[in-house]
C-alpha cells in the first residue's frame, strides 16, 4: 500500500511539472529614483500579448520557450526593450527601470498627424463595430478562470515541516485567497450567460463558524421569501461570467460593482463624445498590421477607461485592450487594469481568449492585490442551442466538481502559477482531508465552545459536530431591554438548532422576558423545520404571551412607544415553500388573546419621551382566530444550485404581492369577521447613464367588515422627524402613525442619477456626489385622505472594511388633506449587496 502512494505521489509530481510549469519571466517596475512602478505594461515586441505590473510594481508573464524582445512601459516614461533566451520549464527574473522622458520607442510606422489617423482609425472601427457584434447570435467554449487576492506584504507560505502540520500557524501566516475553476460557458443574445461548471476549488482560508441561526427582529414589512445572507468576498472581483463581462463591443459595460455608472466602451457608437485618441504606432503581428491606439478619457472622474486600445488595418476590428478605469470613479477599487486579447474565430467574428485584470484594494492600512485570469477557447458560434441550456439556473455544476484532484488541475490548468500559488494550493491539497477530520471539526467545536471575555455581551454557545447540534444563550446586548413594555425588561433567549447531514435544519427558539416594574413574566417559543431545503419548504410554530406590536413597520418614534403595543396570548403554525421558481408561498394561521396593556405602571421616562405617542390603544379583549395567504411571484428569477442548496440571485423583471386575511368567526371563541385583499408589484429598472429608477405600486381593501377590530386594520409605516427610511416602502411627511379599514391606494418611485448630472460639474465632479429624487402618493378616498410628496436629495458613497453605504441628505415637501404643506430636512443610509449588486434603496 506504501509502494502504491509512493508511485502515485511520482506521478503527480511528474505530471505537475510536465503541464504545470512552463516557461516564465517575472520581475520589478522601478522608476530612476528607485519607487515601484504600479500598473506598468511588459509587452512581447509586434504584440498584443503581455500582462500589467501590480501595485509593487511586480509582473508575471507566462511565455513558451524561444528568444523575445520585452518591452517595458508606462505613460509618460521612456519604454525599454530587453531581449531575452528562456528555455523550456524556465524561470528567469528581469527587473527593469524606466526613465521620465518623452522617447518615442522604435515602431513601423509613425506619422506626425497623431490625433487625425486615431479619428479616421476610430470612425471605421464604430462603423463596424455594430456589424461585428450583430453577426454572434450564441456561443459556447471552454472557459478557465483563476482569481486570487493576497495581503501587499510579501509574508511567505510555511513550508517547514513542523508549521505544515500546524493548522493554526497555517492560517495566521497565509495572506493568499485563491479561487479557480472550469467551466462550459454559454452564450445567447442579448446577454444571457449560463455556465456548467466542471471542476471548481476554492483554495480560499477556512475559518471555524456556527451553524446558521435564525436570530431576527420583527421589524419591517414582511416578507416570505426567505432571506438569505450568502456572502461572498467582495475583494473577489470575478465570480461568474455575469459579474465580470468586458464586452468591448457594446455601448456600455455595466458593472455596479465597480462603478456606479456603466462604463463607457472606447469603441461605443458614441465614444468620440467621452474621448479622446491619439495614433501610437503600427506593427506586425500574424502577418497583419495593428494600430496601437492611446485612449484618454476627456472627463477624469466619470466611468471611462484610459490606456491603450489595438486595432487590426483593413477589417478595422478590436483585437487587444489594455485599459485602466478612472480611479475616481470607482467605488471600492483603488485601481483597475485589464488587458484583454480577442480571436478572429471565423469571418468577421472576434470573440475573448484571453483575460487578464489586475487591481488593488485599500483595506484599513494595508492594500488588498487581486488578479485575475480568464482563458477561454475551443469557441463554437451561432450554432442550434438547446433552449433548455438557458433557463433561470444560470451556473450548475456537475456532480464531481469539486472532488478533482491535483493531477486534473495540473492536466487542465492552461496558466502556470506564480510560486507563491504552487505553495499555497500545495499546503492547501495537504489539508483537504484536514478539514474534514474529526481533528479539526473537534478544534472548531472547541474554538466555538471557548468562552472568551467578549462572551458576556455576544453570548454563549455550544457545537457539536458529531450530532450537527448548536446550543446559544443570547448575551447581553440581546437580553438587556432598556425601553421595554412598563420600563426596563430582560430577556434570556436561548437557541437549539440541529443541522442534519440531508440539508433539513430544526430550529428552536425559547425567550422569557421579565419586566422588574410590573413584576410580569412574558415570552415566547418557537420551533421550525426546514425539510425540502431545494424547495424552502419550512413548517414553523411558535406560541406566546407576550407584548406584541400593533404595526411591525412603524416610525422609530412610534415602534418604542406605547401605544404601538398589546398583550398577546397566542399559538401559530406558518407553512411556506416555493412552489416553483420564483412563486414562494406562505400559509399561516393564528389564534390570539388580544389585550389592552392600559392596567399596567408606565415609566415617567416613556413619557416624557414618547408624548402623545405613549397612550396605551384603549381597546375591549378579544379572540381572534386568522388565517393568511401571502403569494410572491418574482418573474425570471435567477438562481444557483450549490451544494444541495439554492442561492437566490434576484431577477431583472417586476415581482407581484398577493396577500389574503381571513378573519374566522366562532373558531375556538373567534369575535373577528374580515376579508382582506392586497395586491402590489414593484421594480427596479437601469437607465443606461441615467442612473437607475425603482417604484412600487399597491393597494388593498376590506371586502368584509362585519366584525373588524382596530389591531386588524392596514397600518402604514409613520414618519420620523429627521431619518429618511425607505423611500420605495414608506412615506417621509405621514406623520406618526396611521391606518385605515378603506380601500387604499399607495405609490412610491426613486431615482437615483448615480453621478449623472454632478460629474459634470467642475467643483462638485471632484466630491463624488451623487443626486437623488423621488415622488410618493398615498392615497385613501372613503376618508378623504389624499397625501402626495416629494423630495430631493444629494448622496454620496462610501465603505467601512468591505461594506459599501450610501448616505444621503434629503429634502422633503408634502401636502395632504389634513394638514398644510411643509418641508425638511432628512437623512438616509442605504446598503450595498456584494453578491447581487444592488442597492437597499
Given at each position: 500500500m506504501k509502494k502504491i502512494k509512493f508511485y502515485f505521489l511520482i506521478i503527480t509530481f511528474i505530471l505537475i511539472n510536465k503541464f504545470a510549469i512552463s516557461s516564465t519571466i517575472s520581475g520589478k517596475i522601478t522608476d530612476?529614483?528607485?519607487?515601484?512602478?504600479?500598473?506598468?505594461?511588459?509587452?512581447?515586441?509586434?504584440?498584443?500579448?503581455?500582462?500589467?505590473?501590480?501595485?509593487?510594481?511586480?509582473?508575471?508573464?507566462?511565455?513558451?520557450?524561444?528568444?523575445?524582445?520585452?518591452?517595458?512601459?508606462?505613460?509618460?516614461?521612456?519604454?525599454?526593450?530587453?531581449?531575452?533566451?528562456?528555455?523550456?520549464?524556465?524561470?528567469?527574473?528581469?527587473?527593469?527601470?524606466?526613465?521620465?522622458?518623452?522617447?518615442?520607442?522604435?515602431?513601423?510606422?509613425?506619422?506626425?498627424?497623431?490625433?487625425?489617423?486615431?479619428?479616421?482609425?476610430?470612425?471605421?472601427?464604430?462603423?463596424?463595430?455594430?456589424?461585428?457584434?450583430?453577426?454572434?447570435?450564441?456561443?459556447?467554449?471552454?472557459?478557465?478562470?483563476?482569481?486570487?487576492?493576497?495581503?501587499?506584504?510579501?509574508?511567505?507560505?510555511?513550508?517547514?515541516?513542523?508549521?505544515?502540520?500546524?493548522?493554526?500557524?497555517?492560517?495566521?501566516?497565509?495572506?493568499?485567497?485563491?479561487?479557480?475553476?472550469?467551466?462550459?460557458?454559454?452564450?445567447?443574445?442579448?446577454?444571457?450567460?449560463?455556465?456548467?461548471?466542471?471542476?471548481?476549488?476554492?483554495?480560499?482560508?477556512?475559518?471555524?463558524?456556527?451553524?446558521?441561526?435564525?436570530?431576527?427582529?420583527?421589524?419591517?414589512?414582511?416578507?416570505?421569501?426567505?432571506?438569505?445572507?450568502?456572502?461572498?468576498?467582495?475583494?473577489?472581483?470575478?465570480?461568474?461570467?455575469?459579474?465580470?463581462?468586458?464586452?468591448?463591443?457594446?455601448?456600455?459595460?455595466?458593472?455596479?460593482?465597480?462603478?456606479?455608472?456603466?462604463?463607457?466602451?472606447?469603441?461605443?457608437?458614441?465614444?468620440?463624445?467621452?474621448?479622446?485618441?491619439?495614433?501610437?504606432?503600427?506593427?506586425?503581428?500574424?502577418?497583419?498590421?495593428?494600430?496601437?491606439?492611446?485612449?484618454?478619457?476627456?472627463?477624469?472622474?466619470?466611468?471611462?477607461?484610459?490606456?491603450?486600445?489595438?486595432?487590426?488595418?483593413?477589417?478595422?476590428?478590436?483585437?487587444?485592450?489594455?485599459?485602466?478605469?478612472?480611479?475616481?470613479?470607482?467605488?471600492?477599487?483603488?485601481?483597475?487594469?485589464?488587458?484583454?486579447?480577442?480571436?478572429?474565430?471565423?469571418?468577421?467574428?472576434?470573440?475573448?481568449?484571453?483575460?487578464?485584470?489586475?487591481?488593488?484594494?485599500?483595506?484599513?492600512?494595508?492594500?488588498?492585490?487581486?488578479?485575475?485570469?480568464?482563458?477561454?477557447?475551443?469557441?463554437?458560434?451561432?450554432?442550434?442551442?438547446?433552449?433548455?441550456?438557458?433557463?433561470?439556473?444560470i451556473i450548475t455544476y456537475e456532480v464531481d466538481a469539486f472532488d478533482k484532484d491535483s493531477n486534473y488541475w495540473a492536466t487542465n490548468r492552461p496558466v502556470t502559477l506564480r510560486k507563491k500559488e504552487q505553495k499555497f494550493i500545495k499546503k492547501s491539497d495537504s489539508l483537504q482531508l484536514y478539514y474534514i477530520s474529526d481533528e479539526y471539526l473537534d478544534k472548531q467545536d472547541s474554538i466555538f465552545n471557548r468562552i472568551t471575555w467578549w462572551a458576556p455581551l455576544a453570548g454563549i454557545g455550544h457545537k457539536n459536530h458529531y450530532r450537527g447540534n448548536e446550543f446559544y444563550v443570547s448575551g447581553l446586548l440581546e437580553q438587556v431591554v432598556p425601553f421595554g413594555v412598563g420600563g426596563y425588561r430582560h430577556r434570556l433567549p436561548v437557541y437549539f438548532n440541529k443541522q442534519f447531514k440531508n440539508g433539513m435544519l430544526l430550529e428552536t427558539k425559547v425567550s422569557p422576558d421579565y419586566g422588574f416594574k410590573n413584576k410580569d413574566l412574558k415570552g415566547q417559543t418557537g420551533f421550525g423545520l426546514t425539510y425540502f431545503p431545494k424547495k424552502f419548504v419550512r413548517t414553523y410554530i411558535d406560541v406566546g404571551d407576550y407584548y406584541d406590536m400593533v404595526n411591525n413597520?412603524?416610525?422609530?418614534?412610534?415602534?418604542?412607544?406605547?401605544?404601538?403595543?398589546?398583550?398577546?396570548?397566542?399559538?401559530?403554525?406558518?407553512?411556506?415553500?416555493?412552489?416553483?421558481?420564483?412563486?414562494?408561498?406562505?400559509?399561516?394561521?393564528?389564534?390570539s388573546n388580544q389585550l389592552p396593556i392600559d392596567n399596567l405602571e408606565l415609566s415617567k421616562w416613556s413619557e416624557y419621551v414618547f408624548q402623545n405617542l405613549n397612550e396605551p390603544i384603549e381597546f375591549d379583549q378579544y379572540i381572534k382566530s386568522e388565517v393568511k395567504l401571502e403569494i410572491k411571484y418574482r418573474f425570471g428569477q435567477k438562481y444557483i444550485i450549490k451544494k444541495n442548496r439554492k442561492i437566490i440571485l434576484g431577477t431583472d423583471y417586476p415581482e407581484l404581492i398577493f396577500v389574503y386575511r381571513k378573519g374566522i368567526p366562532g373558531l375556538f371563541g373567534s369575535e373577528v369577521n374580515f376579508d382582506y385583499f392586497e395586491i402590489g408589484a414593484k421594480d427596479e429598472v437601469k437607465l443606461a447613464r441615467l442612473g437607475e429608477s425603482r417604484w412600487q405600486i399597491k393597494t388593498g381593501i376590506f371586502l368584509n367588515k362585519t366584525d373588524l377590530r382596530l389591531l386588524e386594520h392596514k397600518y402604514f409605516r409613520g414618519s420620523d422627524s429627521y431619518f429618511f427610511s425607505d423611500p420605495i416602502a414608506s412615506m417621509q411627511l405621514l406623520g406618526p402613525t396611521l391606518n385605515t379599514n378603506n380601500e387604499f391606494l399607495q405609490a412610491n418611485y426613486i431615482h437615483h442619477f448615480n453621478g449623472t448630472i454632478l460629474n459634470k460639474v467642475p467643483l462638485f465632479k471632484y466630491l463624488k456626489l451623487s443626486l437623488a429624487g423621488g415622488v410618493g402618493t398615498l392615497n385613501i378616498p372613503e376618508q378623504n385622505f389624499y397625501h402626495a410628496e416629494a423630495f430631493a436629495g444629494i448622496e454620496k458613497v462610501f465603505r467601512i472594511k468591505k461594506q459599501l453605504f450610501r448616505f444621503g441628505a434629503y429634502a422633503v415637501t408634502a401636502d395632504n388633506t389634513i394638514s398644510a404643506a411643509n418641508i425638511r430636512v432628512k437623512f438616509g443610509i442605504s446598503f450595498f449587496n456584494s453578491y447581487t449588486n444592488k442597492w437597499s434603496y
Open positions: 530612476s529614483n528607485s519607487e515601484n512602478m504600479s500598473f506598468a505594461t511588459v509587452y512581447v515586441k509586434n504584440s498584443t500579448y503581455g500582462v500589467a505590473a501590480d501595485l509593487n510594481g511586480n509582473y508575471f508573464l507566462e511565455l513558451k520557450s524561444g528568444t523575445y524582445t520585452l518591452i517595458y512601459s508606462f505613460m509618460g516614461f521612456q519604454p525599454v526593450e530587453k531581449l531575452v533566451t528562456i528555455k523550456p520549464n524556465e524561470h528567469i527574473v528581469v527587473n527593469v527601470t524606466l526613465a521620465n522622458t518623452d522617447v518615442e520607442i522604435p515602431v513601423v510606422e509613425v506619422v506626425s498627424n497623431k490625433v487625425n489617423k486615431a479619428k479616421r482609425i476610430l470612425k471605421k472601427t464604430r462603423k463596424n463595430r455594430k456589424p461585428y457584434w450583430k453577426s454572434v447570435e450564441n456561443y459556447q467554449c471552454k472557459s478557465y478562470i483563476k482569481t486570487s487576492i493576497e495581503n501587499e506584504s510579501e509574508n511567505e507560505i510555511v513550508d517547514s515541516t513542523k508549521e505544515a502540520n500546524d493548522f493554526e500557524t497555517f492560517l495566521k501566516k497565509v495572506n493568499l485567497n485563491l479561487i479557480e475553476y472550469v467551466a462550459e460557458t454559454h452564450f445567447k443574445k442579448p446577454n444571457r450567460f449560463k455556465e456548467k461548471i466542471i471542476a471548481y476549488h476554492n483554495y480560499t482560508k477556512k475559518r471555524p463558524r456556527g451553524v446558521e441561526r435564525s436570530v431576527s427582529v420583527d421589524y419591517g414589512e414582511s416578507d416570505i421569501a426567505p432571506q438569505q445572507h450568502y456572502t461572498e468576498d467582495p475583494y473577489v472581483f470575478y465570480k461568474n461570467s455575469t459579474s465580470g463581462d468586458f464586452n468591448f463591443y457594446t455601448n456600455l459595460i455595466n458593472l455596479p460593482s465597480l462603478c456606479e455608472q456603466p462604463i463607457v466602451s472606447p469603441i461605443a457608437s458614441n465614444s468620440a463624445l467621452y474621448y479622446k485618441y491619439e495614433f501610437d504606432y503600427s506593427f506586425i503581428q500574424d502577418n497583419k498590421k495593428i494600430n496601437r491606439i492611446i485612449v484618454k478619457p476627456i472627463n477624469k472622474v466619470d466611468a471611462l477607461f484610459y490606456g491603450n486600445i489595438f486595432i487590426e488595418d483593413e477589417t478595422w476590428a478590436l483585437v487587444s485592450v489594455d485599459l485602466s478605469i478612472n480611479e475616481k470613479a470607482l467605488i471600492l477599487h483603488q485601481n483597475f487594469n485589464i488587458i484583454q486579447n480577442y480571436e478572429n474565430i471565423r469571418d468577421s467574428i472576434y470573440l475573448p481568449s484571453r483575460t487578464d485584470i489586475t487591481y488593488t484594494i485599500k483595506d484599513g492600512k494595508n492594500k488588498i492585490l487581486g488578479n485575475t485570469k480568464i482563458i477561454k477557447k475551443e469557441y463554437i458560434v451561432n450554432q442550434n442551442i438547446d433552449a433548455v441550456k438557458f433557463n433561470n439556473e413597520y412603524a416610525s422609530i418614534e412610534q415602534t418604542f412607544s406605547r401605544s404601538n403595543y398589546v398583550r398577546n396570548i397566542t399559538f401559530g403554525i406558518k407553512q411556506r415553500m416555493e412552489v416553483f421558481n420564483g412563486l414562494f408561498a406562505e400559509l399561516s394561521f393564528v389564534f
